[in-house]
């Protein structure tokens, strides 16, 4: 049976850690491209890239709320990421990168109480896992959230997985969000309301959406936010 320490384990062990069910099949295409465009243009072919301009599966547009101002690596949908290893990274996942986008505008949604403004895109940047850094902390709806709950319920160290290095790529940024979830969760349930000073004051954590719940989902499919701009969602892809 497992417990609640094995239970966290597996989810720490997913940080930037996706799926990707069509790895071997991606990388089979794209055997001995070097030019990343190519590449790009070679997985949309064989059907691997979601939201091609040939194809419209929704991976890369999530609802009708959202402009189609996909941009990967600062480049266009069509002309795709910088590397090759960026078009294997996206091709090789669609549910996940489907997931994730999803994922990502339901926590601005969630956001919405606190000041976030409607979400208006999702980009994607590619690289190695220890190149990941997030500044979604920095977010000011997503501080003002963080803010009210401290105010709310008293923070309580990180959950520490055992025999796990809470150092990797991701894990501490997962780690203060699960702990903020539970907190949430905790005000829910003993009916707590937003402190005064921090809008929306008086109402009920139970009556609004767990923001932290959101961004929970993000990371358990594996990737995670980069930043927040101008309401666009920048997702980070692992090459390795």
Known sequence: MSTDSDILALRVRTVLHPKRPRLAEA????????????????????????????????AYRTGASLRPSWMIDGATLQKGPGTVDGAVALASDPS?????????????????????????????????RHTFKTQALASAPWAAAL??????????????????????????????????????????????RVPEGHPPQGSRFGALPDPFGALLALWDVGYGVVSVAEGAVVLFAPTD
């Open 147 to 192: 803010g009210a709950l401290d105010a709310g319920v008293r923070p309580e160290a990180p959950p520490n997985p055992t025999g796990l290095d809470p150092r990797g790529p991701g894990v501490r940024a997962f780690l203060m969000d699960l702990e903020a979830s539970r907190r949430w969760a905790r005000a829910s349930t003993e009916g707590l």
């Open 96 to 128: 996940g990168i489907a997931q994730a986008a999803l994922d990502a505008q339901e926590w601005l949604a969630r956001l919405g109480p606190w000041g976030a403004e409607a979400p208006t895109g999702v980009h994607w940047r590619t690289g190695p």
């Open 27 to 58: 990388r089979a295409v794209v055997a001995g491209v070097t030019d990343p465009e190519e590449a790009w243009r070679a997985l949309a072919v064989w059907g691997l890239v979601p939201g091609a301009p040939t194809r419209d599966d929704g």
